[in-house]
């Protein structure tokens, strides 16, 4: 199952998120800033970062911009309960996978969850696939080669 940071800032609201997360398999990960949250991003395997956009320290956006640096394929779930047209635009330009709004339903937040862990699994099966498809083409002329130093061989 996928790692799954939750960073909030409120205790009760972080256990409902961790609940709800760990009810679904996976392992959870929690903080209750910014700052911690990103010791915690460093030091596990994170796939997947389910964010408060109002902080004490920073914003879930500074965050957001700041995990993306260190790793540009991360996927970042935002949630608040102070949503604005300029924080949904700007959380969705800076990259974040979705952006969700304070109370969050279960079964919704459920379904964001399998969207974005399906959406990662497709990523690291595409980036299989490229390593198989290079060293294909690497191999391609070892074995004409190869082939060749036969031939001679066998005449």
């Known amino acids: ?3 799954i940071l939750i960073i909030d800032d409120d205790p009760d609201y972080r256990q409902i998120l961790k609940e709800i997360v760990e009810a679904k398999g996976h392992t959870v990960y929690e903080a ?4 911690e949250g990103m010791k915690v991003y460093l030091a596990e395997r994170i796939d997947l970062v389910i964010s408060d956009l109002v ?9 957001l911009k700041e995990m993306k640096i260190v790793r540009p ?9 102070y949503p ?9 330009k800076e990259g974040a996978y979705d952006y969700l709004l304070k109370p969050v339903d279960t079964g919704h937040l459920t379904g964001v969850l399998n969207r974005a862990l399906g959406t990662l699994e ?18 391609i002329p070892i074995w ?12």
């Open 32 to 35: 209750a800033g910014a700052d």
């Open 73 to 81: 394929d991360a996927l970042f779930i935002i949630i608040t309960g």
């Open 122 to 139: 497709l990523k690291r099966s595409i980036a299989t696939m490229k390593g198989m498809n290079m060293a294909l083409l690497i191999s």
């Open 144 to 155: 004409l080669i190869l082939g060749a130093i036969i031939a001679l061989f066998l005449r």
């Open 55 to 63: 902080m004490p320290e920073k914003s879930g956006l500074d965050l």
């Open 1 to 3: 199952m996928a790692g």
């Open 84 to 92: 604005t047209v300029e924080t949904t635009v700007q959380a969705i």
